[in-house]
């Protein structure tokens, strides 16, 4: 049941007791080698509705509040499986003050406990000033630890055209270990608007090396100290005759090195982007990305140098017709350790007036140097091909029926060239034995039908199956996406009927 209360035009509640979200689109399909955690943005409309309080951000894709932490995988491990047994969220919007708070439950499963979740949010209003304070505390009982994080973030105007926020962050955490780690860290970021075509934006950031904000929130990495800087210009009065009417210009540079000191690679980037007289879109990007330090890649088993590398980037997109759009993505450069990578996507589109939509991505790699982690400080370098095809279709013959298939799936296939291990002075050793080959794939689909049976009250048929296939040797790409396709780790015929009073 969800309840959805507005006492005053001021206030709001929203509460959900055993919710089910199975009708909801289902996440991108990514197979993930790096030890960054890929990133998904929230689908489930009870967290989605109302949350722009909580929206607090940072950089390194930070965010204080990611609700999709809530129902996860469990810390028992992702073959178990704990679901959202009660949610609510208050929010008060006042002339100057607006508060909230967030609750949610998670139900224990078999092997399995859930995890308990409170995040509270003030923000005040005063002349050009806006300033909030966070505060929010996960409880995992699985692993017997608990999460407390306080935010404050401010942004002020100082004039019409420049502005400057930022961000203090603690987290502290106890754990069953011999020391509770805490820890804290800062964002100061401004954005100057020297006339309507040029920009300038500047921003500073420490993040400590024992920084938690992952029970609940989302940041990439932590352990890192970075400056970085971006200006865009537009350029003014631009005809190249049918390759550009409107023209910007962009560059971005990031310092960056972790709290031990490391160097960690500089980047630098510029792009060229225009827009035809007939609206058509393309752009062209050149990026350097400096020797340096990867301090993440053996998860914590030493640092590894690489190589600086180059890269071109190259992106169409073909004027809308009536029916047909077309986008073109293409990358080339250096990767890994003197090898070469290429990576081009097609994305074609179809819209037939305003019932049918039909989208279709194929992107494909090829990388003779692509290194990943093995175990403890190895590390393997490979020829890698990678394949990924996803198509979209969304059909609504009437304001009541919508029906939305969503297709996805993707093969690796990594052919060992050598054996790496990381030194004590992070300069990688090249093994003399062989590194072993190894290919792996996975697909997913969902078929979902939504009938309107009055207003705000819907009857849902949604159809999901998805598998994966690993093999320790090197396979032809089709037959991978054929493996895939024919596996059922995960099946499920959904009906769900939600009704309004």
């Known amino acids: 049941m969800d309840v959805f209360w507005r006492p005053t035009n001021a206030q709001r509640l929203n509460i959900a007791l055993n919710p089910d979200y199975g009708q909801v689109e289902s996440d991108d399909l990514v197979v993930n080698f790096s030890a960054i955690e890929v990133f998904f943005e929230e689908r489930r409309p009870f967290f989605i509705e109302g949350q722009d309080l909580f929206e607090v951000r940072g950089p390194e894709t930070l965010r204080v509040i990611h609700t999709p932490r809530i129902g996860g995988e469990p810390d028992a491990g992702p073959d178990l499986g704990t679901d959202v047994e009660a949610a609510a969220r208050y929010s008060y919007t006042g002339n100057n003050i607006d508060f909230g708070l967030l609750a949610a439950l998670e139900d224990d499963a078999r092997n399995s406990q859930g995890r308990d979740y409170l995040a509270g949010r003030a923000r005040y209003r005063w002349q050009n000033l806006l300033a909030g304070v966070t505060h929010s505390r996960t409880e995992r009982p699985q692993i017997n630890r608990i999460a407390d994080v306080s935010v404050f973030d401010f942004q002020y105007d100082l004039t019409d055209r420049l502005l400057v926020n930022g961000l203090w962050l603690y987290s502290n955490v106890s754990t069953p270990g011999p020391s509770d780690p805490s820890d804290s860290g800062w964002v100061l970021s401004s954005q100057w608007e020297v006339n309507p075509r040029w920009t300038h934006e500047l921003t500073l950031f420490d993040y400590g090396d024992e920084l938690e904000l992952n029970d609940l929130g989302y940041v990439k990495r932590v352990n890192r100290e970075q400056f970085e800087y971006e200006t865009g210009w537009e350029l003014p009065g631009v005809s190249l005759s049918r390759f550009a009417e409107d ?215 949604v159809y999901s199956r998805g598998g994966e296939f690993e093999s320790d040797e090197s396979n032809p790409i089709n037959k991978l996406l054929s493996e895939a396709t024919n596996a059922r780790d995960d099946e499920t015929l959904l009906f769900k009927i939600k009704l309004h009073f």
């Open 247 to 461: 023209a910007e210009v962009s560059f971005e540079y990031q310092w960056k090195t972790n709290q031990q000191g490391d160097s960690l690679p500089r980047e630098w980037a510029t792009v060229f982007e225009a827009t035809t007289a007939g609206n058509a879109r393309w752009n062209v990007g050149y990026e350097y990305v400096s020797d340096g330090i990867d301090d993440l890649i053996t998860e914590g088993q030493g640092n590894v140098w690489f190589p600086s590398t180059t890269t071109l980037v190259m992106a169409y997109e073909a004027a809308p017709t009536s029916i047909f759009r077309l986008g073109l993505e293409f990358e080339a450069g250096e990767s890994g350790y003197s090898g070469q990578r290429t990576a081009f996507a097609l994305l074609p589109s179809i819209q037939i007036g305003e019932s049918l939509q039909f989208d279709l991505e194929l992107a494909y790699e090829l990388n003779d140097s692509w290194v990943i982690w093995t175990e403890d400080n190895g590390l393997g370098e490979y020829d890698l091909e990678e394949l990924s095809l996803a198509a979209n279709v969304y059909y609504s013959p009437s304001t009541r029926h919508e029906i939305r298939l969503k297709v996805e799936s993707t093969a690796v296939n990594a052919k060992g060239i050598a054996g790496l291990e990381a030194s004590h002075n992070s300069y990688p050793v090249f093994l003399a034995d062989a590194i072993e080959d190894f290919s792996e794939s996975a697909f997913a689909v969902q078929l979902r039908y939504r009938y309107e049976l009055s207003a705000l009250s819907e009857a849902f048929i």
